[in-house]
């Protein structure tokens, strides 16, 4: 099984920030790697797939980049609706494992 | 617009079962494979089961191999989770969740979720 290690746990940032989380797999999944946001109360939802395609009505400020272990999700000018939790996703084979999560906090 | 509305979670004591729904609208739903993914409370993501369009292929996380059972019936546009001899660590939220067109394991669409709470 392929194991996700994702950093920092958590941050404390402000609106207008630059934030970058990341995300290191256990195994070469080329770039089989997405990332997801999670408010409270709700489900999660796809930002970027394929490591740095940005999926249909998020804002451009999200980017992701990498391939093979390590990869990026970039938020390039934190809004006061970005403060959510993140998770990465590996989806190179079932079981398809996420990351602990990187909660950002205000 | 695409929905996925879970039911059937509830509280069941440890050993005992319960059987989840999922019911999907504004897609062609045989057209996709799905999936099953659990969130305890205040915890992270795991990703328990997923089952082709044909049911052709059944695929299960470790911790549930054995005693949970995915099922769909594409005539009613519906996914199952049949979970037996559940155990306390079961106890979660459960969505269930499609796949986004040719990209397999990427889930763009997520049900509300159901709570399953297994306690005595």
């Known amino acids: 099984d392929i194991q996700m290690t994702q950093s920092p746990s958590s941050l404390s940032v402000s609106v207008g920030d630059r934030v970058t989380i990341t995300c290191r797999t256990s195994?070469?999944?080329?770039?089989?790697l997405n990332w997801y946001q999670q408010k409270p109360g709700e489900a999660p939802k796809v930002l970027i797939y394929?490591?740095?395609t940005l999926h249909s009505g998020v804002p451009s400020r999200f980017s992701g980049s990498g391939s093979g272990t390590d990869f990026t999700l970039t938020i390039s000018s934190l809004q006061l609706e970005d403060f959510a939790t993140y998770y990465c996703?590996?989806?190179?084979?079932?079981?398809?494992?996420f990351g602990q999560g990187t909660k950002l906090q205000i | 617009e695409v929905h996925l509305v879970e039911s059937g979670g509830g509280l069941v004591q440890p050993g005992r079962s319960l059987r989840l729904s999922c019911v999907a609208s504004?897609?062609?739903?045989?057209?996709?494979?799905m999936h099953w993914v659990r969130q305890p409370p205040g915890k992270g993501l795991e990703w328990v089961s997923g089952?082709?369009?044909?049911?052709?292929?059944?695929d299960y996380a470790d911790s549930v191999k054995g005693r949970f059972t995915v099922s769909r019936d594409n005539a009613k546009n519906s996914l199952f989770l049949q979970m037996n001899n559940l155990r306390s660590e079961d106890t979660a939220f459960y969505f269930c969740?499609?796949?986004?067109?040719?990209?397999?394991?990427?889930?763009?669409?997520w049900g509300q979720g159901t709570m399953v709470t297994v306690s005595s």
């Open positions: 504004g897609f062609i739903f045989d057209d996709y494979a």
């Open positions: 195994q070469n999944i080329g770039s089989y």
């Open positions: 969740a499609k796949p986004l067109f040719l990209e397999r394991g990427v889930f763009d669409v």
């Open positions: 089952i082709s369009w044909n049911s052709g292929n059944l």
């Open positions: 996703q590996q989806s190179s084979s079932t079981p398809y494992s």
């Open positions: 394929a490591a740095s």
